[in-house]
């Protein structure tokens, strides 16, 4: 029963894009309504399969496990394999409820709405499809389903600069992909290779199996593995975005309608981290623990490097696009360090960076549709004329920066602990990458208080006196976006209990 809603949990979007397509596109309300109901009812769907999520459970779920044959041409088998493990749940429950909230910050949009719409819904069903699928073909599906609804909402509903932002967004991730896609298939030949072509598999969970232990050993050495590693490594990172591949994404989002920037930044980013966790430290974490070090020395430049950036930013959304390259350094933090600790971090950090750089991204598309600025120079004083939407920008940041009793805090002080503890014989220099990592916290509290500063508080400009404070609408997603960031501050148990068996499970792959 709960594993037939993980098949209805990717095709009801797809559902719903074709009831869109079949309504005249002139009856905009009807178009609105039932992409939010139907993404509406997929939350619900995920809040059941979370529900019914058995916590005593390491690997993949039982009752949530699903494996068809798909096609078979002998010597290569494609199943559709999907289920769902302490790694995925939270960040399908993360994806429907980031999606269905973005659809309320898109009620304002005039142009092409039923295709705007409809993208949306396939784009939906992508991103659970890439958090459910365990065989790496489906996997690759499934993420390239991400990519053109993502190219078009930029392309056509994003600013001034949307055609080139959506292009680079293309050619980037588009490479990463490429990249994947080969790597997968030498992961592919080589398990077939160490099975003595007996045994043919692009399954994430078998392939894990074949390669811890090989019916011939002498194909899969230490070179051969950890440049299959290297590449993966590549692709993902292209993907979360880490130093230097993430030039396309200050300019997807600050081009992205508010919408798109809420789904890419709490979304599209964490796909990164998690195919990284799901295939490279799953398949291959022999050689994740040897290029921890690599993985440390990533994070870390990412911190200090995106929270520079940040800093200098003139732009208030590129501001908040750069903080999210910062935070996506603590996820490599915590996964590099190997520990129970760090590699919770990590997960809390994709889950709680979801929901607060969604909340900022949309707060961010408030402010600019009242002001039609972006510029922070430009801004001020906005506390005395919008207070709630004020008040909502100045929570969402101090999430953001990791004040206590939010899960922006949770999520680093894991990530560090667990980098503070890693072995010495993993990350040589872990104290001192825990220590530098460290600055980049003091660097997001100074450039998100400047710009809050210089927006919200000080005198304010003659011209913004008169501004619409928030709207009944916009109470949705400032206040479900909210709520889920104090939650999972006041009770991390909550998120916790059900990544806890899955971390170990990680963990113990190298003995650690």
Not at 379 to 389: F, H, M, Q, R
């Amino acid at each position: 029963m709960i594993g037939n809603l993980l098949i209805w949990l990717i095709v009801l979007p797809l559902v719903g894009a074709l009831i869109l397509l079949a309504i005249p596109s002139e009856q905009k309300n009807a178009i609105r309504s039932i992409a939010t109901v139907m993404s509406g009812v997929v939350l619900v769907l995920s809040l059941v399969i979370w529900g019914s999520f058995d916590r005593a459970v390491s690997g993949m779920q039982p009752d949530m496990y699903m494996v068809y044959e798909w096609f078979n041409l002998g010597f290569l088998q494609i199943n559709f394999e999907i289920g769902v493990d302490g790694l995925s749940m939270p960040l399908i429950v993360l994806t429907t409820i980031v999606t269905t909230f973005s659809l309320f910050a898109s009620f304002s949009i005039e142009k092409r709405v039923k295709e705007f719409y409809i993208w949306t819904m396939v784009l939906l069903s992508g991103m659970l499809g890439v958090f459910v699928a365990l065989d790496m073909f489906l996997f690759f599906l499934f993420f390239e389903l991400t990519l053109i609804p993502m190219f078009f909402l930029i392309g056509i509903w994003g600013g001034k600069l949307r055609e080139y932002a959506s292009f680079k967004f293309l050619v980037y991730t588009g490479l990463g992909s490429g990249i994947m896609f080969l790597t997968f298939i030498a992961i592919f030949v080589k398990g077939a290779e160490a099975m003595m072509f007996q045994e043919t598999s692009f399954s994430m969970i078998r392939l894990a199996e074949i390669y811890a232990n090989p019916a011939n050993p002498d194909v899969l050495t230490g070179g051969v593995k950890g440049a299959m590693f290297l590449f993966l490594f590549l692709a993902f990172a292209i993907k979360l975005p880490v130093f230097p591949f993430h030039t396309w994404l200050p300019n997807a989002h600050v081009q992205a309608p508010t919408a798109a920037s809420m789904i890419l930044a709490g979304v599209l980013l964490k796909m990164g981290g998690y195919g990284l966790i799901r295939v490279g430290f799953g398949i291959l974490p022999d050689q994740a623990a040897r290029f921890a070090t690599l993985i440390a020395i990533l994070g870390v430049v990412n911190i200090i490097y995106g929270a520079l950036l940040a800093l200098v930013q003139t732009d208030l959304k590129s501001l908040v696009a750069y903080s999210s390259i910062s935070h996506m350094g603590i996820v490599l933090l915590g996964i590099a360090s190997f520990t129970e600790a760090g590699m919770q971090g990590a997960i809390f950090q994709l889950v709680s960076h979801g929901f607060i750089s969604a909340l900022l991204f949309f707060m961010v598309g408030a402010i600019y549709e009242r002001t039609k600025t972006r510029t922070i120079s430009e801004l001020g004083g906005l506390s005395k004329s919008v207070p709630i939407l004020a008040g909502f920008m100045l929570a969402a940041a101090m999430a953001s920066v990791g004040l206590p009793g939010l899960s922006g805090f949770v999520s680093e002080l894991l990530a560090f602990i667990g980098i503070f503890g890693a072995s010495a014989d993993l990350i040589p220099a872990a104290t001192l990458l825990g220590v530098i990592g460290a600055l980049g916290i003091i660097l997001t509290a100074a450039y998100l208080l400047w710009a809050m500063q210089r927006t919200t508080f000080g005198p304010m400009k003659e011209k913004y006196a008169e501004l619409k404070d928030a709207r009944p609408m916009e109470y949705v997603p400032m206040v479900g976006l909210f709520v889920f960031i104090i939650l999972i501050g006041v009770y991390p148990y909550l998120l916790s209990d059900v990544i806890n068996t899955t971390v170990i499970d990680l963990v113990s792959k190298i003995g650690g």
